[in-house]
Protein backbone atom coordinates (compact mmCIF):
# COMPACT_ATOMS: atom_id res chain seq x y z
CA UNK A 1 0.00 0.00 0.00
CA UNK A 2 1.39 3.06 -0.95
CA UNK A 3 1.76 6.37 1.33
CA UNK A 4 -0.40 8.39 -0.82
CA UNK A 5 -3.51 6.01 -0.42
CA UNK A 6 -2.53 4.59 3.08
CA UNK A 7 -5.91 4.60 5.43
CA UNK A 8 -3.66 5.46 8.15
CA UNK A 9 -3.81 9.24 9.07
CA UNK A 10 -0.79 10.76 7.43
CA UNK A 11 0.50 12.11 10.84
CA UNK A 12 3.40 13.46 9.18
CA UNK A 13 4.83 13.88 5.39
CA UNK A 14 5.08 10.69 4.10
CA UNK A 15 8.20 10.80 2.08
CA UNK A 16 9.93 12.88 5.18
CA UNK A 17 12.08 9.74 6.54
CA UNK A 18 14.93 12.03 8.58
CA UNK A 19 17.37 10.44 10.88
CA UNK A 20 15.62 9.76 14.21
CA UNK A 21 18.11 10.61 16.76
CA UNK A 22 16.17 9.69 20.10
CA UNK A 23 16.12 5.63 18.66
CA UNK A 24 19.88 5.79 18.69
CA UNK A 25 19.93 7.24 21.79
CA UNK A 26 17.86 4.70 23.32
CA UNK A 27 19.42 2.07 21.60
CA UNK A 28 22.43 3.25 23.69
CA UNK A 29 20.97 3.51 26.82
CA UNK A 30 19.35 -0.23 26.32
CA UNK A 31 22.44 -1.74 25.39
CA UNK A 32 24.11 -0.08 28.54
CA UNK A 33 21.10 -1.18 30.94
CA UNK A 34 21.11 -4.98 29.44
CA UNK A 35 24.93 -5.33 30.04
CA UNK A 36 24.72 -3.92 34.07
CA UNK A 37 21.40 -6.39 34.20
CA UNK A 38 23.38 -9.02 33.60
CA UNK A 39 26.91 -7.91 35.48
CA UNK A 40 24.46 -7.61 38.41
CA UNK A 41 23.06 -10.88 37.82
CA UNK A 42 26.89 -12.64 38.29
CA UNK A 43 27.06 -11.20 41.83
CA UNK A 44 23.96 -10.96 43.32
CA UNK A 45 24.03 -15.06 43.96
CA UNK A 46 27.63 -15.42 45.31
CA UNK A 47 27.77 -17.05 48.05
CA UNK A 48 30.06 -14.51 50.54
CA UNK A 49 27.37 -11.72 49.38
CA UNK A 50 26.58 -9.63 52.47
CA UNK A 51 22.75 -9.13 52.53
CA UNK A 52 22.70 -5.47 52.02
CA UNK A 53 25.08 -5.46 49.01
CA UNK A 54 22.52 -8.09 47.66
CA UNK A 55 19.55 -5.72 48.39
CA UNK A 56 21.69 -2.64 46.93
CA UNK A 57 21.91 -4.58 43.73
CA UNK A 58 18.35 -5.27 43.75
CA UNK A 59 17.43 -1.69 44.02
CA UNK A 60 19.78 -1.11 41.18
CA UNK A 61 18.19 -4.09 38.89
CA UNK A 62 14.83 -2.67 39.22
CA UNK A 63 16.68 0.65 37.86
CA UNK A 64 17.46 -0.67 34.75
CA UNK A 65 14.55 -3.10 33.84
CA UNK A 66 14.01 -1.32 30.71
CA UNK A 67 16.46 -2.62 28.35
CA UNK A 68 15.22 -5.71 26.45
CA UNK A 69 11.95 -4.32 26.16
CA UNK A 70 13.07 -1.02 25.08
CA UNK A 71 14.48 -2.91 22.31
CA UNK A 72 11.14 -4.66 20.95
CA UNK A 73 9.73 -1.00 21.23
CA UNK A 74 12.37 -0.18 18.83
CA UNK A 75 11.91 -2.67 16.55
CA UNK A 76 8.43 -1.75 16.45
CA UNK A 77 9.31 2.01 15.62
CA UNK A 78 11.69 1.08 13.23
CA UNK A 79 9.70 -1.85 11.37
CA UNK A 80 6.05 0.97 11.06
CA UNK A 81 8.68 3.56 10.40
CA UNK A 82 9.75 2.17 7.44
CA UNK A 83 7.29 -0.15 6.01
CA UNK A 84 4.36 0.71 7.81
CA UNK A 85 3.04 2.62 4.67
CA UNK A 86 5.21 1.31 2.12
CA UNK A 87 3.82 -0.50 -0.65
CA UNK A 88 7.42 -2.30 -1.10
CA UNK A 89 7.46 -6.01 -1.13
CA UNK A 90 8.64 -7.12 2.21
CA UNK A 91 10.00 -10.38 0.88
CA UNK A 92 13.78 -8.59 0.35
CA UNK A 93 13.60 -6.58 3.50
CA UNK A 94 13.37 -10.28 5.31
CA UNK A 95 15.95 -11.88 3.49
CA UNK A 96 17.90 -8.49 4.35
CA UNK A 97 17.25 -9.24 7.83
CA UNK A 98 17.81 -12.85 8.25
CA UNK A 99 21.52 -11.11 7.10
CA UNK A 100 21.66 -9.17 9.67
CA UNK A 101 20.28 -10.53 12.61
CA UNK A 102 19.47 -14.38 12.44
CA UNK A 103 22.94 -15.13 10.51
CA UNK A 104 24.74 -13.57 13.14
CA UNK A 105 23.10 -14.78 15.85
CA UNK A 106 23.77 -18.43 14.21
CA UNK A 107 27.72 -17.52 13.93
CA UNK A 108 27.88 -16.76 17.92
CA UNK A 109 25.46 -19.57 18.94
CA UNK A 110 28.60 -21.59 17.58
CA UNK A 111 31.23 -19.68 19.37
CA UNK A 112 29.40 -19.93 22.85
CA UNK A 113 29.11 -23.68 22.08
CA UNK A 114 32.74 -23.44 21.68
CA UNK A 115 33.81 -21.42 24.50
CA UNK A 116 31.47 -22.97 27.20
CA UNK A 117 32.55 -26.40 26.14
CA UNK A 118 36.08 -25.43 26.52
CA UNK A 119 35.49 -23.67 29.80
CA UNK A 120 33.34 -26.52 31.18
CA UNK A 121 35.94 -29.41 30.05
CA UNK A 122 34.22 -31.30 27.60
CA UNK A 123 35.20 -31.90 23.75
CA UNK A 124 34.24 -29.46 21.58
CA UNK A 125 31.87 -31.99 20.00
CA UNK A 126 31.07 -35.46 21.10
CA UNK A 127 29.01 -38.11 19.86
CA UNK A 128 25.44 -37.44 20.87
CA UNK A 129 26.17 -33.71 21.36
CA UNK A 130 23.67 -32.75 18.24
CA UNK A 131 20.64 -32.38 19.48
CA UNK A 132 21.78 -30.50 22.39
CA UNK A 133 23.67 -28.24 19.46
CA UNK A 134 20.82 -27.71 17.23
CA UNK A 135 18.74 -27.06 20.42
CA UNK A 136 20.45 -23.89 20.85
CA UNK A 137 19.44 -22.48 17.35
CA UNK A 138 15.86 -22.09 18.86
CA UNK A 139 15.87 -21.92 22.16
CA UNK A 140 19.53 -21.07 23.58
CA UNK A 141 20.90 -22.00 26.34
CA UNK A 142 24.94 -21.67 26.03
CA UNK A 143 24.28 -18.11 25.24
CA UNK A 144 21.98 -17.33 28.17
CA UNK A 145 20.85 -14.02 26.29
CA UNK A 146 20.64 -15.12 22.71
CA UNK A 147 16.84 -15.65 23.11
CA UNK A 148 15.86 -12.50 22.73
CA UNK A 149 17.46 -12.73 19.04
CA UNK A 150 14.80 -16.17 18.58
CA UNK A 151 12.22 -13.90 20.01
CA UNK A 152 12.66 -10.76 17.89
CA UNK A 153 13.11 -12.31 14.69
CA UNK A 154 9.61 -13.61 15.02
CA UNK A 155 8.76 -9.65 14.83
CA UNK A 156 10.51 -9.30 11.65
CA UNK A 157 8.95 -12.89 10.24
CA UNK A 158 4.93 -11.79 11.12
CA UNK A 159 5.32 -8.13 10.04
CA UNK A 160 3.08 -8.20 6.82
CA UNK A 161 0.90 -9.39 9.57
CA UNK A 162 1.03 -6.75 12.17
CA UNK A 163 0.94 -4.39 8.73
CA UNK A 164 -1.82 -5.51 7.30
CA UNK A 165 -3.99 -5.50 11.02
CA UNK A 166 -2.49 -1.59 11.16
CA UNK A 167 -4.04 -0.85 7.56
CA UNK A 168 -7.58 -2.58 8.40
CA UNK A 169 -7.57 -0.45 11.98
CA UNK A 170 -6.40 2.13 10.30
CA UNK A 171 -9.38 2.78 8.46
CA UNK A 172 -11.37 3.25 11.50
CA UNK A 173 -8.67 5.23 13.45
CA UNK A 174 -9.10 7.60 10.30
CA UNK A 175 -12.44 7.72 9.51
CA UNK A 176 -12.03 10.27 13.15
CA UNK A 177 -14.03 13.68 12.19
CA UNK A 178 -10.91 15.49 13.79
CA UNK A 179 -7.69 15.04 14.71
CA UNK A 180 -8.48 14.78 18.36
CA UNK A 181 -11.14 12.39 17.84
CA UNK A 182 -8.62 10.11 15.68
CA UNK A 183 -5.97 9.98 18.81
CA UNK A 184 -8.78 9.07 20.99
CA UNK A 185 -9.61 6.16 18.93
CA UNK A 186 -5.97 4.81 18.69
CA UNK A 187 -5.49 5.70 23.01
CA UNK A 188 -8.40 3.71 23.57
CA UNK A 189 -7.22 0.95 21.29
CA UNK A 190 -3.74 0.73 23.06
CA UNK A 191 -5.95 1.48 26.51
CA UNK A 192 -7.45 -2.11 25.35
CA UNK A 193 -4.73 -3.94 24.33
CA UNK A 194 -2.86 -2.66 27.47
CA UNK A 195 -5.50 -4.45 29.87
CA UNK A 196 -5.56 -7.93 27.47
CA UNK A 197 -1.74 -7.33 27.63
CA UNK A 198 -1.78 -7.10 31.43
CA UNK A 199 -4.34 -10.06 31.64
CA UNK A 200 -2.13 -11.92 29.81
CA UNK A 201 1.09 -11.46 31.66
CA UNK A 202 -1.03 -12.15 34.86
CA UNK A 203 -1.52 -15.72 33.43
CA UNK A 204 1.91 -15.91 32.89
CA UNK A 205 3.06 -15.12 35.83
CA UNK A 206 0.37 -16.56 38.50
CA UNK A 207 -1.66 -19.54 36.45
CA UNK A 208 0.13 -21.05 33.55
CA UNK A 209 3.28 -22.40 36.02
CA UNK A 210 0.36 -24.84 37.38
CA UNK A 211 -1.20 -25.51 34.21
CA UNK A 212 -0.86 -29.19 33.45
CA UNK A 213 -0.57 -29.85 29.67
CA UNK A 214 1.12 -31.85 27.68
CA UNK A 215 2.72 -32.21 23.61
CA UNK A 216 2.53 -28.76 22.18
CA UNK A 217 0.88 -26.91 24.74
CA UNK A 218 3.37 -28.01 27.43
CA UNK A 219 6.46 -26.83 25.04
CA UNK A 220 4.47 -23.93 24.34
CA UNK A 221 4.14 -22.51 27.82
CA UNK A 222 7.56 -24.14 29.37
CA UNK A 223 9.22 -22.32 26.35
CA UNK A 224 7.09 -19.06 26.61
CA UNK A 225 9.74 -16.07 27.46
CA UNK A 226 10.85 -16.87 24.00
CA UNK A 227 7.56 -16.59 21.81
CA UNK A 228 6.63 -13.09 20.35
CA UNK A 229 2.48 -12.74 21.66
CA UNK A 230 4.62 -12.51 25.02
CA UNK A 231 6.01 -9.19 24.06
CA UNK A 232 3.53 -7.84 21.45
CA UNK A 233 2.34 -4.57 23.73
CA UNK A 234 5.85 -3.15 23.29
CA UNK A 235 6.22 -3.55 19.45
CA UNK A 236 2.93 -2.19 18.86
CA UNK A 237 3.49 1.00 21.04
CA UNK A 238 6.70 0.73 18.65
CA UNK A 239 4.29 1.05 15.58
CA UNK A 240 2.46 3.76 17.09
CA UNK A 241 5.79 5.53 17.57
CA UNK A 242 7.10 4.85 13.96
CA UNK A 243 3.53 5.63 12.44
CA UNK A 244 3.10 9.18 14.09
CA UNK A 245 6.58 10.06 15.40
CA UNK A 246 5.63 14.05 15.62
CA UNK A 247 2.47 13.46 17.87
CA UNK A 248 4.60 10.21 19.57
CA UNK A 249 7.06 12.76 20.37
CA UNK A 250 4.75 15.68 21.61
CA UNK A 251 2.58 12.71 23.79
CA UNK A 252 6.09 11.48 25.59
CA UNK A 253 7.50 15.07 26.14
CA UNK A 254 3.78 16.41 27.75
CA UNK A 255 3.36 12.77 29.60
CA UNK A 256 7.09 13.38 30.95
CA UNK A 257 5.76 14.53 34.13
CA UNK A 258 3.59 12.13 35.15
CA UNK A 259 5.61 8.91 33.41
CA UNK A 260 8.36 10.14 35.74
CA UNK A 261 6.18 9.72 38.78
CA UNK A 262 4.08 6.65 37.46
CA UNK A 263 7.68 5.12 36.76
CA UNK A 264 9.20 5.89 40.34
CA UNK A 265 5.59 4.85 41.87
CA UNK A 266 6.54 0.90 40.33
CA UNK A 267 9.68 1.13 41.03
CA UNK A 268 9.09 1.28 44.89
CA UNK A 269 5.94 -1.32 44.60
CA UNK A 270 8.59 -3.87 42.18
CA UNK A 271 11.40 -3.21 45.59
CA UNK A 272 8.55 -3.91 47.90
CA UNK A 273 7.96 -7.14 46.26
CA UNK A 274 11.45 -8.38 45.58
CA UNK A 275 12.04 -7.70 49.77
CA UNK A 276 9.13 -9.70 50.38
CA UNK A 277 9.22 -13.00 48.73
CA UNK A 278 13.26 -13.10 48.49
CA UNK A 279 13.28 -14.15 51.99
CA UNK A 280 16.79 -14.52 53.24
CA UNK A 281 18.49 -14.62 49.54
CA UNK A 282 17.43 -11.88 47.05
CA UNK A 283 16.22 -13.32 44.53
CA UNK A 284 15.91 -11.11 40.99
CA UNK A 285 13.81 -13.61 39.27
CA UNK A 286 10.71 -12.08 41.51
CA UNK A 287 10.93 -9.24 39.08
CA UNK A 288 10.67 -12.00 35.12
CA UNK A 289 9.35 -9.62 32.52
CA UNK A 290 6.29 -11.58 32.67
CA UNK A 291 4.62 -10.25 35.04
CA UNK A 292 1.53 -7.57 35.56
CA UNK A 293 3.84 -5.00 38.00
CA UNK A 294 6.97 -5.49 35.30
CA UNK A 295 4.70 -4.48 32.76
CA UNK A 296 3.61 -1.43 33.79
CA UNK A 297 6.89 -0.35 34.97
CA UNK A 298 8.61 -1.05 32.06
CA UNK A 299 5.42 1.06 29.71
CA UNK A 300 5.83 3.83 32.29
CA UNK A 301 9.52 3.61 32.22
CA UNK A 302 9.86 3.49 28.44
CA UNK A 303 7.43 6.63 28.11
CA UNK A 304 9.31 8.17 30.22
CA UNK A 305 13.14 7.90 28.65
CA UNK A 306 12.06 8.85 25.04
CA UNK A 307 10.89 11.97 26.36
CA UNK A 308 14.20 12.42 28.37
CA UNK A 309 15.95 11.01 24.98
CA UNK A 310 14.41 13.86 23.74
CA UNK A 311 15.71 16.55 25.58
CA UNK A 312 19.25 14.97 25.64
CA UNK A 313 19.06 15.01 21.74
CA UNK A 314 18.79 18.86 22.13
CA UNK A 315 21.18 19.11 24.23
CA UNK A 316 22.84 16.16 25.25
CA UNK A 317 26.59 16.88 25.05
CA UNK A 318 29.23 14.21 25.49
CA UNK A 319 26.92 11.90 26.81
CA UNK A 320 24.81 12.20 23.75
CA UNK A 321 27.70 10.93 21.55
CA UNK A 322 28.39 8.21 24.16
CA UNK A 323 25.08 6.93 23.82
CA UNK A 324 24.74 7.31 20.24
CA UNK A 325 28.42 5.36 19.59
CA UNK A 326 26.87 2.84 22.01
CA UNK A 327 23.87 2.76 19.85
CA UNK A 328 25.47 2.59 16.79
CA UNK A 329 27.65 -1.04 17.60
CA UNK A 330 24.85 -2.52 20.06
CA UNK A 331 23.83 -5.03 18.30
CA UNK A 332 26.59 -6.77 17.87
CA UNK A 333 28.20 -5.55 21.20
CA UNK A 334 25.09 -7.49 22.55
CA UNK A 335 25.83 -10.66 21.12
CA UNK A 336 29.28 -10.76 22.37
CA UNK A 337 29.15 -8.86 25.90
CA UNK A 338 27.72 -12.51 27.34
CA UNK A 339 31.07 -13.92 26.54
CA UNK A 340 32.77 -10.97 28.02
CA UNK A 341 31.28 -10.99 30.77
CA UNK A 342 32.18 -14.70 31.31
CA UNK A 343 35.40 -14.01 30.87
CA UNK A 344 35.42 -12.15 33.60
CA UNK A 345 33.16 -13.94 36.27
CA UNK A 346 35.89 -17.06 35.95
CA UNK A 347 38.55 -14.90 37.06
CA UNK A 348 36.26 -13.54 39.83
CA UNK A 349 34.41 -15.90 41.12
CA UNK A 350 37.46 -17.36 43.48
CA UNK A 351 37.33 -13.87 44.86
CA UNK A 352 36.70 -12.93 48.35
CA UNK A 353 34.86 -9.30 47.80
CA UNK A 354 32.34 -9.45 50.52
CA UNK A 355 31.08 -5.62 50.88
CA UNK A 356 31.91 -4.83 47.59
CA UNK A 357 29.90 -6.62 45.24
CA UNK A 358 27.79 -3.93 43.98
CA UNK A 359 31.01 -1.85 42.73
CA UNK A 360 32.46 -5.05 41.70
CA UNK A 361 29.64 -5.23 39.64
CA UNK A 362 29.03 -1.86 38.13
CA UNK A 363 32.78 -1.98 37.23
CA UNK A 364 32.28 -5.17 35.51
CA UNK A 365 29.48 -3.66 33.05
CA UNK A 366 31.70 -1.05 32.22
CA UNK A 367 34.96 -3.63 31.19
CA UNK A 368 32.31 -5.61 29.74
CA UNK A 369 29.97 -2.88 27.72
CA UNK A 370 33.51 -1.08 26.69
CA UNK A 371 35.26 -4.22 25.30
CA UNK A 372 32.10 -5.76 23.92
CA UNK A 373 32.02 -1.88 22.08
CA UNK A 374 35.42 -2.24 20.80
CA UNK A 375 34.97 -5.84 19.60
CA UNK A 376 32.18 -4.94 17.77
CA UNK A 377 33.56 -1.98 15.78
CA UNK A 378 36.73 -3.71 15.13
CA UNK A 379 34.96 -7.00 13.44
CA UNK A 380 32.86 -4.80 11.56
CA UNK A 381 35.86 -2.89 9.88
CA UNK A 382 37.26 -6.54 8.73
CA UNK A 383 36.02 -8.69 5.66
CA UNK A 384 33.08 -10.61 6.44
CA UNK A 385 32.98 -9.07 9.75
CA UNK A 386 29.16 -8.26 8.79
CA UNK A 387 28.50 -12.11 9.56
CA UNK A 388 29.03 -11.05 13.29
CA UNK A 389 28.12 -8.02 13.96
CA UNK A 390 25.25 -7.73 11.17
CA UNK A 391 24.76 -4.39 10.41
CA UNK A 392 26.86 -2.60 13.08
CA UNK A 393 28.73 0.46 12.05
CA UNK A 394 26.65 0.85 8.90
CA UNK A 395 25.30 3.90 7.81
CA UNK A 396 21.74 4.02 7.84
CA UNK A 397 19.33 6.49 5.36
CA UNK A 398 16.47 6.94 7.77
CA UNK A 399 16.29 5.89 10.87
CA UNK A 400 18.97 4.69 14.02
Not at 114 to 136: C, N, Y
Not at 247 to 263: E, Q, V, Y
Not at 267 to 289: C, H, K, P
Not at 299 to 305: H, K, R, S, V
Request: charged share 10%; proline share 4%; hydrophobic share 50%.
Amino acid sequence: MSATTSPLPPSEPPASRERVGEWGLLRGLSFLAIVLQHSLGEYVYRSDILYPDAVTIGLLYHFIRYGTLTFVFLAGAILFYQYGRSSKRYGPVLFKRIGDIYVPFACWTVLYWIVVQRLSGHAVFAVGDLPLLLQQFVAPTYGYHLWFVVMIFQFYLFFPLFRGAAAGIGRWTGAGSSERARAVRIGLLMLLLALAYGWLMYLSYYRMPSWQTEGLWQTLLQYRTYEFPYYVFYFVLGGICGLHLERFRAFTLKLLPWSTLAFIGMYLWMNADLLRFSGEQINLNVSTYLKPTSFVAVTAQILMLYGWALLLQKNGGWWKKMLLLCGKYSFGAYLSHAMMLMFIAVQTRDLTLSGYHPAAAVLTALLVAAASLLLCAGLSRLPGGRWLTGGAGKKRRTAD
